[in-house]
Every structure is written in C-alpha cells, then in structure tokens.
C-alpha cells in the first residue's frame, strides 16, 4: 500500500476540530478555534472563504446528501443552518445549552440527529427546522453518533465509556455495548451493516457484532485518544487518527495494520493531535490542532 501527501491547505489560525465535504464536488469546509466556517477547494488545493462567522468554536459540520443546507454545531449549544440556495444562514437551531459535538441525517426519515455534551440527542424534521423530541441518552457526554447504512440502528459514543444502540424506527434503545475503559470518540458502521467499529480515548479500536451485539475484537490501535474513524468508500479499508499525531490505515477483512502515517514513519504529516479524517473517494483528508489541512491519496494500484 502506498500513501502519498498532495497538499497541505494553510490559513487557520487555531486547531481544526472537524472537516465535512460539501454535495459540490471538489469543495471541503472545516471549523475549530477561528471563529468561522472556512469553504476550500481541493481541485485547486487553496483557500476559497470564510463562509460566515460564528460565535463559538465549531465542534461539528454536517451537509447531508438529500438537502441544500449545511448544519454547523458550536460550543454554545446552537446549530447554524446555512442555506445553499440562499446563500446565508437561514435559521439558527436552538435547544441545547451545551457543545454540539457531532450532526447526522437519517435520508429515510428525513430527520436530523444532534448529539450533545447535556447528554441529550435532539431529533429534528429536516425539512421543516422542528425540533421532535429529545432522548437522554446519558447522564454525560454524547461525543459521537452513527447510523447503520441500512437505516435501522443509530449508535451513541457516550463519555461513560459506553455505546448505546437505538432503534432508528422509532429510538427505543436496543442495547449497550460495555467495554472501553475510557469515552467513545468515534464510531463507524460497516457497509454489509454486520459491525461496528468504535474508537476511545482508552487508544483501543474495539470491533463489535451487531447481530449478536458482543465484541469480537479489540486492538490496541494508538498510544492516545482515538479521535476519528472513516471507513473507506470503496476498498476494504478503514483508517483512524489518533492524538497521538498517527493516522493508521487497517483491513476492513482481516483487521490488520496495512499502513502507520507520521513524521515518525517519515512522511510530512501533523505534529499535534489529529482531530478528525474523511475520505473523498482514494483521498484521505485530515485536520489537527497543528492548524494545517493535509490530503493524502490512496494509490490503489499499488493495492
């Protein structure tokens, strides 16, 4: 396997916490300490703008396939809602009163899935901006959220160390999987809908039955916090990035490790911890607290 750096995407001022690719190809947006929603391009490799300012650091940025809006979660609880069409914000989202720190869609439901540091989720009908309702899901944190491909399940990471399985139907709780020692920062369904993949800061990736609802593998994956997983579009491959300043890409088959990326393993990478990664289709896009956007490229006919 080889990984190559294309670019590396300069002008944040503050640490990058998350990166979300836009329904227009070719254009990236990533949020942290500055204060503003950044647009860049990854055809040209440069700065496009600063979307719009906000006021608080931006934990979250969602933009679902199915409608021209993008979804921004700050520290303060709100939810910026930009339209495309518009091109402004159009609306802000106001319930919770603690970070937002992950945004997801249910397409077949058309609602939105906010999860925050109340220990609550909020569902909202996408179309309309209405809140539904609310479940307490936990007495603390909810860090990360993922939905089954197939659309049936919704699991929470949670800052008690646990993750909690819902019913996307109707968000009757189907199961809590115990086992990470430390908060659940990423989670991640398989495309076959058959595992899931979670991430802690205990630095364990955990490998998860979801017919039988048991573990079926640990690996010590990093040194530190597990921050981010993102399982590859196509290939059978999913990498994880770490604080501990690594992105390592492992078999989606066999679990093993195919590929450690550091300025350790020589390669022009992150010097602080790296917040969050997301593929664009055979690119690997990563951000950190080291302000920098870095593209790396799959070569897959080295595969």
Known sequence: MVIEKRAELLG??????????????????TGGNDKG?????????????????????????????FIPLLFTGLRNGDV???????????????????????????????????????????????????????????TD?????????????????CRN?????????????????????LPVFSLQFSPNNEILISGSRDAQIKIWDIKAYQEVLNIPGHLFAINSIAIHPQLPYFATAS????????GMNDFKLYKSISIEKGYSSHFLSINKIIWDDNKLISVSDDKKIIVWELITDSL
């Not at 640490?15 to 190809?25: A, D």
């Not at 909810?142 to 089954?148: F, P, T």
């Not at 009757?172 to 086992?179: M, R």
């Open 12 to 29: 944040h001022n503050n640490p990058i916490f998350t990166l979300e690719l836009s329904n227009k190809p070719g254009i990236l947006f």
């Open 161 to 181: 160390n646990t993750i909690k399985v819902y019913s996307l139907d109707d968000f009757s709780l189907i199961k809590i999987l115990e086992g990470h020692k």
């Open 141 to 157: 944190t909810i860090r990360c959220i993922a939905i089954s491909p197939n659309q049936k399940l919704v699991a929470f990471g």
């Open 37 to 65: 929603l950044v647009e860049w391009s990854l055809k040209r490799h440069e700065f496009i703008k600063i979307l719009f300012p906000v006021q608080a650091t931006i934990y979250a940025i969602h933009c679902p396939k």
């Open 243 to 250: 604080m501990d300043k690594f992105i390592k890409i492992w």
């Open 80 to 138: 910026v809602v930009y339209s495309f069409i518009e091109q402004k914000i159009i609306t802000l989202l106001k319930h919770h009163i603690k970070p937002i720190f992950d945004i997801i869609s249910s397409q077949n439901k058309n609602e939105l899935i906010i999860a925050s540091e109340d220990g609550t989720t909020s569902i909202w009908d996408i179309a309309q901006l209405k809140l539904i309702h609310t479940i307490q899901v936990s």
